[in-house]
């Protein structure tokens, strides 16, 4: 059972222009979301993250955006460039009493075309 | 330079036959942990460690041994590794502090085949 869901396994946009990766959720303990990048043959690169109790998060091209209603947290990468191409997970935390754990979804690939 | 190391990146063994892969940073992390990646899973946790001597199951344990003897390093041992086990190893560590979750670093990978 998949806690986190990342539903598009890839993503085409034209430089210049908005990305939106989306992400859902299931369980309901966690408590803090983050989004990472990566290239091949390389470890994941955190990008940006944002608490349980925020619904907004911004850095420079990135924001993500929490809706803890509806389980669901989305990055936007504006605007685009060929760069920002690679792989991007979206990663759930839990805390306290939960444990530590971290549960990623599996993976949205993002072409950014010239 | 802040960086986790992992070694070794390549590996290839046979089943059965134990081995360990190491992994350090130099942030002085209270928090690392060991991730596998599997095509169509994303990464999965296996285990992580909070601290020194702290050490804690995540998604997918079995098989795995970690330890925790100094903070820097959070070796992950296969006792006896199967073929299942063949898969893209991740180390990381983050520093946790009153709640909010800081950058997490990962090393470079280490790819394991278990013939």
């Known amino acids: 059972d998949q806690q986190v869901k990342q539903n598009s396994p890839s993503l085409s946009v034209q430089e210049g222009r908005i990305s939106i990766l989306n992400c859902d959720y299931t369980n309901s303990m966690f408590d803090y979301f983050l989004w990472y990048k990566k290239y091949p043959a390389e470890g994941p690169t955190f990008l940006i993250s944002?608490?349980?109790?925020?619904d907004k998060n911004e850095d420079g091209r990135f924001t993500v955006f929490l809706n803890k209603s509806a389980k669901h947290l989305s990055l936007h990468i504006v605007p685009s460039q060929p760069g920002d191409s690679a792989v991007y997970f979206c990663a759930a935390k839990t805390g306290g009493t939960g444990g530590f754990k971290t549960i990623f979804g599996a993976g949205t690939r993002l072409f950014v075309k010239a | 330079e802040a960086q986790v190391t992992q070694n070794p990146r390549y590996l290839i063994t046979v089943t059965g036959k134990k081995l360990t892969v190491t992994c350090s940073q130099n942030?002085?992390?209270?928090?690392m942990s060991w991730y596998r990646q599997d095509p169509g899973l994303g990464l999965r946790q296996i285990y992580y460690s909070m601290n020194v001597e702290v050490t804690d199951k995540g998604d997918v344990p079995e098989g795995y041994k970690v330890s925790r003897k100094e903070k820097r390093n959070f070796p992950l041992i296969l006792e006896s590794p199967s073929p299942n086990q063949t898969s893209l190893y991740f180390c990381a560590s983050s520093l946790y502090t009153s709640g909010s979750w800081n950058t997490q670093y990962f090393g470079p990978g280490t790819r394991l085949t278990v013939l």
């Open positions: 942030m002085n992390h209270e928090y």
């Open positions: 944002i608490s349980s109790i925020k």
